[in-house]
Each structure stands twice: as C-alpha cells, then as structure tokens.
C-alpha cells in the first residue's frame, strides 16, 4: 500500500521561509521524478518544481530564485525549501511521484501517487 507523509506547511510572513516534507512509502522511489504542485481555491492545479532521481530540477517561472527542490533518495523523502515568501505563495501544497522513466516535468500527466497536501499561508 502506498503512503505519503507530507508536512510541513504553515502559516508565515511575507519575506519569509518554510521547508516542506514528503516521506513515500510502498513504492520505488529512487527511479521516479518528483514534483511540487500547488492550487488555490477554484484555480487549477499549478505545476512549479521538478526533480529526477539524480537530482536535476527546474521551475516554474512564479518560484524560480525563491525555492528549491531537493531529495534524500535514502530516506524516501522529498522536500522543498521556501525562501521570500509573497502573499501570492498561499496555496495547498502537494507532492506527487511519476511513474518510473518519466522524466522532469511541471505537467500532472504521469504523476499517479499524490500528498495529501498541506496549507502555506503567507500574511503581508
């Protein structure tokens, strides 16, 4: 059975930092790209960050110079790095695998295992 343990998310100030998790399990993790994906209410789901198994990443142009995506292969864990946060950063917040071959990308398709998600809310 496939779980995903996603944490991290919080409340913050514009201008300021938080780090999310997600821990996988029940799945190959190691041959998978990962990717961070967010949404706000009655918005589609926006794709910004991506990253293969060995660690080559890229990003949307909304986040690009403020976060960073990074992986600890060992410990079946993504996580995602949130420096300068604007108001604009308030969304649910979601972790998602693809399947195993696929390569970087900020699209949903091929992603099939998904975070619960977890609230980033940033006051100005």
């Known amino acids: 059975q496939v779980q995903v343990a996603e944490s991290g998310g919080g409340l913050a100030q514009a201008g300021g930092s938080l780090r999310l998790s997600c821990t996988f399990s029940g799945l190959t993790f190691d041959d998978r790209t990962m990717a961070w994906f967010r949404q706000v209410p009655g918005n589609e789901r926006e794709g910004f960050s991506s990253?293969?198994?060995?660690?080559?990443?890229i990003y949307g142009n909304s986040v690009k110079g403020r976060f960073t995506v990074s992986r600890d292969n060992a410990k079946r864990t993504l996580y995602l790095q949130m420096d300068s946060l604007i108001p604009g950063d308030t969304a649910m917040y979601y972790c998602a695998a693809r399947r195993p071959g696929l390569g970087l990308s900020i699209l949903a398709d091929g992603y099939n295992y998904w975070g619960q998600g977890t609230q980033v809310t940033v006051s100005s």
């Open positions: 990253i293969t198994p060995g660690g080559k990443s």
